[in-house]
């Protein structure tokens, strides 16, 4: 259901959206804040996610290491 919100916008803001309404990339002010809260929401989605990865990699403890061992691995794909 629809909501009437009243935000208040600095002129940079009041100016880009504007401009993206006079371009004719959008139909109204609500179509510019609907477009830039849809980017916003996913890209907090994709942040918890990458932070849920980097906490499992963390809790996944210490990874065996060898440099001579990657070194050999390497020189074997080269050739």
Do not use: P
């Not at 510019?32 to 809260?37: G, H, P």
């Not at 980097?54 to 809790?59: A, M, P, S």
């Amino acid at each position: 259901m629809s909501k009437n919100t009243s935000i208040t916008l600095g002129e940079h803001f009041d100016g880009f959206i504007s401009k993206q309404i006079a371009e004719g990339r959008y139909a109204s002010t609500s179509e510019v804040v609907r477009a830039a809260l849809r980017l916003l929401e996913d890209n907090e989605q994709k942040l918890a996610t990458l932070r849920k990865l980097l906490k499992e990699g963390e809790n996944s403890g210490t990874a065996e290491y060898s440099y001579e061992a990657l070194m050999n691995e390497l020189d074997d794909d080269i050739g």
